[in-house]
Nanobody
Framework: QVQLVESGGGLVQAGASLRLSCAASGRTFSTYVMAWFRQGPGKEREFVSAITWSGNSPYYADSVKGRFTISKNHAENTVYLQMNNLKPEDTALYYC?????????????????WGQGTQVIVSS
């Protein structure tokens, strides 16, 4: 049974940093794409970042490019999202997601597995 468990959210001021973690278990993820999505208050869920488990090329939404960095630790089966220079508009519930294959990786409906989410609140 695949499990994705996020952690690391919190309440911070604008300009601060947070690092989110997604611990994955239950199968081999070598052919999978691991991604972060978020859903802000009154907004639809949106793509934030993704990385292939076997490769090193990260992908980012334009809104976070240059501020967020996605990375992975194979030994710990964990994916991270380092978020710097946070803005109030980054306030959202952040989800970790996983799916096999890279096609249409920005579309949340293509993902098979989801975590429960971790809340990030950025005050101005």
């Amino acid at each position: 049974q695949v499990q994705l468990v996020e952690s690391g959210g919190g309440l911070v001021q604008a300009g601060a940093s947070l690092r989110l973690s997604c611990a994955a278990s239950g199968r081999t993820f070598s052919t999978y794409v691991m991604a972060w999505f978020r859903q802000g208050p009154g907004k639809e869920r949106e793509f934030v970042s993704a990385i292939t488990w076997s490769g090193n090329s990260p992908y980012y939404a334009d809104s976070v490019k240059g501020r967020f960095t996605i990375s992975k630790n194979h030994a710990e089966n964990t994916v991270y999202l380092q978020m710097n220079n946070l803005k109030p508009e980054d306030t959202a519930l952040y989800y970790c997601a996983a799916r096999p294959g890279i096609v249409s990786f920005r579309q949340d409906e293509k993902y098979d597995y989801w975590g429960q989410g971790t809340q990030v609140i950025v005050s101005s």
